[in-house]
């Protein structure tokens, strides 16, 4: 059974910090992984899709990277700001399997001014 | 573009009421999900609909029911409440299979059963 963890839960940061948010999976037989940002009260954004033959995408200041055969995927954030704020979730699409996204429990990011 | 809208926002029900929760989508994707969110919890899936008149059971499929008879609504009912079913709610849709295609969350409906 495919299981996602995400780590740390919570993590508190001053403006202008580099940061690394860390996704794991038990099942390296995915179709690819996302990021996405959640804001109290709204749906999900989606920030980053890495389709599972790739390595790596970017988008602004964001990067996120895909390690399959260790389970591994990493959400790099350059320079945070107040605005960043949210949770952050990672989830797999499994091979097969029409849209079932596998979520982790996100992480809750609070960057201070 | 108004993208997918869910209603209600939020609702409390009573156990063993009944309720349907309603999504919309207007941007003519053929897929649309159902998930759920627990406190502190991912999102898992409930049912989903590769096109009107088609669906079938994702993860968490017991306690609710789904219809889709236009493209555009998938509503999802429940049918006897629980405190199990106390939850936020999702509705996404797709232009076609996988996330590669883009996934299009609603605001979700925050339900409780009391």
């Known amino acids: 059974k495919q299981e996602v963890t995400q780590i740390p839960a919570a993590l508190s940061v001053p403006e202008g910090e580099n940061l690394v948010l860390n996704c794991s999976f038990t099942?390296?037989?995915?179709?690819?992984l996302q990021w996405f940002r959640q804001d109290p009260g709204k749906g999900l954004t989606s920030l980053l899709l890495?389709?599972?033959?790739?390595r790596e995408q970017t988008s602004g200041r964001l990067n996120a990277s895909l390690d399959k055969s260790s389970g591994r995927s990493t959400l790099y954030i350059a320079a945070s700001q107040p605005g960043d704020s949210a949770t952050y979730l990672c989830?797999?699409?499994?091979?097969?399997?029409?849209?079932?996204?596998?979520f982790g429990k996100g992480t809750k990011l609070s960057v201070k001014p | 573009n108004a993208g997918v809208t869910q209603t209600p926002k939020f609702r409390i029900l009573k156990i063993g009421q009944s309720m349907t929760l309603q999504c919309t989508q207007d941007?003519?994707?053929?897929?649309m999900y159902w998930y759920r969110q627990d406190p502190g919890m991912g999102l898992k899936l409930i049912y989903y609909?590769?096109?009107?008149?088609?669906?079938d059971k994702g993860e968490v499929p017991n306690g609710y029911n789904v219809s889709r008879s236009t493209t555009e609504d998938f509503p999802l009912r429940l049918e006897l409440a629980a405190p199990s079913q106390t939850s936020v709610y999702f509705c996404?849709?797709?232009?076609?299979?996988?996330?590669?295609?883009?996934?299009?969350f609603g605001s979700g409906t925050r339900l409780t059963v009391v």
């Open positions: 996404a849709s797709s232009v076609a299979r996988g996330a590669s295609y883009g996934y299009t």
């Open positions: 099942d390296s037989a995915i179709y690819n």
């Open positions: 890495i389709q599972s033959s790739q």
């Open positions: 989830a797999v699409e499994r091979g097969g399997s029409q849209g079932n996204l596998i």
């Open positions: 941007m003519n994707h053929n897929y």
């Open positions: 609909s590769v096109g009107a008149g088609i669906t």
